[in-house]
């Protein structure tokens, strides 16, 4: 049984402690820390774990083997560093730092260390609609990509939602998506500014983002984050023989009245839960036993960082913005990670 501490008991961290200790195997939480100490006393004695005063303390707890930062982001690198002094892997949701200097930090920590430790939550590559996808795309059977459409819309946002985040919060998920997809790098990201919808009020939406990757396959990403009709996720890999899509929204259709009915998920909850499940199912079996994780490392984070700083400065200007990524560390060599 992996012992894991869970630092932040918040909405997510709740989530994760639950499959946690209800659906995954080979796995207890052993320890939870949040700055409302209430919650977390409420959440730890719930489940019998010790409760710590600090992040930190539940780092140096020897009843924990591994970490999972789901605490607020600008306190995931300090969490984070932590768990590398202490030799200890860490699963931290994204994103991994809130900004690049942050990110850097915890890739040269990591290095320093050297092997690795970290893995951050970008859960789509675990989703079996997308690894589908990847698998038709590296089967060869759609011929080399040219072209990936894209969609991330959300029913509504919350009042404190601003126009960046449709980059930072929203597209960030495509960006790490396309960076596993193509196997390589975004070069330059535009971003284009559509008739503004009438139903996010003052807020710029939708955005329409243009993604030069490194091997010369162009992405565009619409996001509408006040879409209405649910939460919707498409995305199509045009190949020189062939294309691959992701499939319908729900595996039911209900066919009445001369209408064909495909139920439209609320929210990303719903649609990501399965995929939730075997990202951390996948780390818990990959680092039991002193093995490291295979999932986005530290680099992954690092890039999903600077290129989505590219784009909110393509936003800002108007601008093509170039990509400036440090040299990848060889530690990263190795892997394509999960
Ligand atoms: P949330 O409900 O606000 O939870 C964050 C929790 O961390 C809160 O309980 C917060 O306490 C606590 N916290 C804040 N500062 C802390 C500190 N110094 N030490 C320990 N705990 C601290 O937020 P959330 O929606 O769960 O999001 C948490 C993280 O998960 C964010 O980075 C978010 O981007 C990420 N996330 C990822 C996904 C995904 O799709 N992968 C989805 C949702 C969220 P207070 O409430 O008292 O501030």
């Keep these: 049984m ?12 709740q989530d994760h402690i639950r499959r946690l200790t209800t659906v995954l195997n080979g796995v207890t939480v052993t320890a939870v820390a949040d700055v409302d100490a209430a919650v977390a006393a409420e959440v730890g004695g719930r489940i019998g774990a010790t409760v710590h005063a600090t992040g930190e303390e539940l ?20 969490y984070v560093l932590a768990a590398i002094a202490a030799g200890k892997p860490v699963f931290c949701e994204k994103p991994l730092a809130t900004t690049q200097g942050a990110c850097l930090r915890i890739v040269e920590a990591e290095v320093a260390h050297g092997s690795r430790l970290v893995q951050v ?4 590559r675990f989703d079996f609609a997308y690894r589908q996808l990847k698998h038709a795309l590296d089967s060869g059977e759609i011929g080399t990509p040219l072209m ?42 535009r971003v284009l500014v559509p008739r503004r919808s009438s139903h996010g009020g003052d807020l710029q939406d939708p955005l329409f983002l243009i993604f030069e990757m490194g091997n010369g ?31 319908s929204l729900s595996p039911v259709a209900v066919r009445r009245d001369g209408r064909v009915a495909n139920p439209v998920p609320a929210d990303w909850r719903e649609r990501f839960l399965a995929a ?34 590219a784009g909110v400065s393509a936003l800002r200007t108007g601008e093509r913005v170039l990509v400036s990524l440090a040299d990848q560390p ?8 999960v």
Excluded at 7 to 13: N, R
Excluded at 174 to 182: A, K, L, N, Q, T
Excluded at 226 to 237: A, F, K, M, P, T
Aim: proline share 3%.
């Design 330 to 337: 060889k530690l990263y060599d190795s892997g394509v990670t």
């Design 217 to 247: 396959v162009l992405v565009d990403v619409e996001t509408s984050v006040n879409i209405r009709y649910g939460y919707d996720i498409r995305g199509e890999i045009v190949g020189e023989s062939g294309t691959a899509s992701l499939g």
């Design 2 to 13: 992996l012992k894991v501490g869970v630092i932040g008991t918040g909405m997510i961290g």
């Design 276 to 309: 939730y499940d075997v990202e951390l199912q996948e780390w818990v079996l990959a680092i039991s036993g002193g093995g490291q994780p295979l999932g986005p490392s530290a680099w992954d984070g690092y890039a999903a960082a600077v290129v989505s700083d």
């Design 121 to 124: 939550g970008y859960m789509r």
């Design 148 to 189: 990936m459409h894209c969609a991330h819309r959300n029913a509504s946002v919350p009042a404190f939602y601003q126009k960046e985040m449709a980059i930072t919060d929203t597209a960030v998920h495509e960006i790490d998506m396309v960076r596993w997809m193509f196997g390589a790098e975004i070069a330059a990201v």
């Design 59 to 78: 780092v140096a707890d020897p009843g924990v083997e591994a970490v999972l930062v789901c605490s607020w982001g600008p306190t995931h690198e300090q």
